[in-house]
């Protein structure tokens, strides 16, 4: 082990998430995080909300690793045992904390006093931290040598008090790529060797939802994110947590842009993700889901004998729609798509086949789409695809 | 500890899930699926892929379980070390299973079958599983005198392999209730008694995304559905994989009535949560994304006086677009969305305020709703609001 890299264990503490009631995603936050920070995670372990095993299992893991941090457990009810295993483990008493006890009294607005006044509890020796958006603080506590970090277990409390706290050595530099359009093996193989395992800055791809994220940590991080930006294009949508919609909506803005949706298979997905976005207002116009042959002759004035001729998938049906849209909003900007989402085919065509189109004051561009895929996966894709096409002009 | 309860453990391997790269599903879902077979998850880890380290925690969890599974590190690279570390945890070789091998060299179409030859290496003393949906068979091997099996660490695999095993005991009986309505706090001071600890059958309550999934595991299971129905009303809108929009397709399709939907803050998502079921087509119309006032004039036929004087936040505007929707659309139902999501109030009117309108030839009904969240919460909250009408009926 090289002498820059300090071992961390993670412990989540929580019956629910033995039984499988509840997925432990703080342990892989921590984990990613704790990389940024210069860690290596040697274990992660996951025990139920007793006192002893809490109080052993810290020790344990003190013994084997450079810093422990803890989630869960921290909050009022009898079943939270994380402070007395803490305090436990160190072989120390719990104080109470006067400053805290006033401090949780008056965010519980003074209900249930007796029951919260559980969280003003600190081990002796030990430190609390503030929790900006909850009640039960975070605690530290030496054990064994060990610095030991006591965590909220609700993720957004727990990403609120992690963020106060200063673990020692300078945060590896770190960028954060946002990618859409190649799989992930597509992406390994454009990547190629920037990939490669054990190097510095080191690379992770991970995959949710069709949106790929490339991180990038440690010494050369910014040249590096331009190598794989020259590799990847306009693949590359964004940074950090920037989404698609918010991206279109930005973008939209920036270019004094309005946009309107007539949406078939995606049947409302496009105008939900963009309306998702704080703002949305200022670019988006409205949508038809014309889910029907009749609405979309009825609201987009598809014409009734290309219906009739084509079906609702096809080319100039999807044009018909943009076009629709954007006359019926009075919109800059008209985006349809029209396509099989399955189970089945149909109008003669295979799951997956559809079209999406854009129009504009420039004309009108429609871009094919095939490839058989469960329902919600063609779905996705379309409406990521619209999304895609919007975040680079029309 | 009861006699009947056995101890479980659970051991996942993998450096891609400390570094928070994976987020650890197979845990959640492993530590249900053994409670559903009568085992308590004692305790649930993840390790490198180092094969020391799965060696030595394999024994220690032995020790401290009568049953230990093991997840990931069965491929075929140099990474992959479960194999190589279970066999040392019993002090045993590793010798090649000649059937495995020829059944591996066809399902790779005999491709680098040096490399593949790994995966057909059995811990002497120990049995092979198939693996139906992939290539590396499970194992099974006693360490201590516990069983210890390891699985294959893709999702899919897993659940496959697993689904071959007998773990000895008759799965325990189980019902799953879906619940949309109360927050997870009023439910359990509704369910009370019913829900608490140590007793038959186990109670669970999880929630996501606002939908609460209460599961009643081991004998009287019935008896208990029976209860918190009871308790619960209409509140509970379905069993098992029952989702909501799923629900609202059956019901309409199952009442001959057609849908369509007129949406302000939301935007969108009720026709796409409809739309996601397949078979959509048979009872939804289409909708109406009406994002700005114009739009719900030009569109929806809201009357211009109307929103000049009381803006777009108001029962009469719910009303109007309700019955606009159901017009336009020639639908036996109507359903609108009018408020505000936030971040911002507007109209005059607070962020989580607004109405959901439902329209049929029976009228029109008016929902109030109030309530400040985050703008995904409170857009969510409207949404599943509207689909869970739909469930009871216009």
Redesign the interface.
Known sequence: MSVTVRRAAILTVGD??????????N???????L?RHGYN????????DDEEEIARTICRLADAADLVVVTGGLGPTQDDLTREGLARAAGVALREDRGLLTQIAERTQHRAQERNARMALVPVGGAAFENPVGTAPGLRLTVAGTPVYALPGPPAELRAVFAGLDLGGAPRSRRILRVYGPHEAELAETLGELLARGGEPEM???ARGSILTVSITGAGADERAAAVRARLGDHVFGEDEDTLPGVVVATLRERGQSVA?A?S????????A???V?G??DV?????????A??KY??LGVPQELLDEAGTVDPRVAQAMANGARA???ADIGVATTGV???DPHSGRKVGDGYIAIASAAGTRVIERTGAAP??IV?RRFTLDALWVLCRGA
Chains 1, 2 share one sequence.
Do not use: M, Q
Request: net charge negative; proline share 6%; aromatic share 6%.
């Open positions: 629910e998430l033995l039984a499988g009631r509840t997925i432990n995603t342990a892989a936050w921590l984990g990613d995080e990389g995670v040697v274990r992660a372990e996951t025990i139920p992770g791809v991970t949706v949406e298979l995606t049947g409302g997905a496009i105008a939900d963009i309306v998702s704080p949305a207002s988006f116009c409205g949508g038809v889901v014309a889910y029907t009749k609405a009825d609201l019926r909003f009075d989402a399955g189970p329902r919600p779905r």
